[in-house]
Every structure is written in structure tokens, then in C-alpha cells.
């Protein structure tokens, strides 16, 4: 069975720094590109950054420069650094797990920019 288990959310000031980890079970880490979504109050699911299993990475503009994904295959863990934080950031971050037909989920992890 996959689980992905996260942790590192919390609350946060304005301009702080957060460091998410999502460790992986129950299947070949390496295989999967892995990302990390959000979900803000009233507004869809959206991609922040991708790594694929090469170390390809990918980011949405609004975090370019601040956020860096990467990934630990010998932990299977995949981490989100978040640097300058700001209250637009807030919302619950799931991390993604995809692989040909399987793609797996997180449980999600609060993350609260405010002062």
C-alpha cells in the first residue's frame, strides 16, 4: 500500500521560511515524479513545483525564486523549501505521487502566512 505522510507545516510570518517533507512508503520512490500542490480557501488545486525522477524540476511563477523542491531517494522523501513567505502563500499543501497509471496523495499539510 503507498502512503505518503507529510509534515512541516505551521504558522509563519510574513518573509519566514518552511521546509515541508513528504516521506514515502509501500513502493519504488524512485520511479515517481513527485509534486506539490496547494489548495487556498475558495480556489482550486494548483501545481507549486514537480521534480521528476531524473531531477527536473518545474514551478508555478508566483513562487519562482522562493520555493526549491527537491528529492532524497535513498529517505524516499521529496521536501518543498520556502523561503519569503507571503499571506498569498497560506493554504493546505498536498504532496503527489504519479507513476503510469498510479498517482497517490497526501494528507496535507496547513501552511499559514500571517502576522
Known amino acids: 500500500q503507498v502512503q505518503l505522510v507529510e509534515s512541516g507545516g505551521g504558522l509563519v510570518q510574513p518573509g519566514g521560511s518552511l521546509r515541508l517533507s513528504c516521506a514515502v512508503s509501500g513502493t519504488i520512490f524512485t520511479l515517481y515524479t513527485m509534486g506539490w500542490y496547494r489548495q487556498a480557501p475558495g480556489k482550486q488545486r494548483e501545481l507549486v513545483a514537480g521534480?521528476?525522477?531524473?531531477?527536473?524540476?518545474n514551478y508555478v511563477d508566483s513562487v519562482k525564486g522562493r520555493f526549491t523542491i527537491s528529492r532524497d531517494n535513498a529517505k524516499s522523501t521529496v521536501y518543498l523549501q520556502m523561503n519569503s513567505l507571503k499571506p498569498e502563500d497560506t493554504a493546505v499543501y498536498y504532496c503527489?505521487?504519479?507513476?503510469?497509471?498510479?498517482?497517490?496523495w497526501g494528507q496535507g499539510a496547513q501552511v499559514t502566512v500571517s502576522s
Open positions: 503527489n505521487a504519479r507513476y503510469n497509471m498510479g498517482d497517490y
Open positions: 521534480i521528476t525522477s531524473g531531477g527536473s524540476t
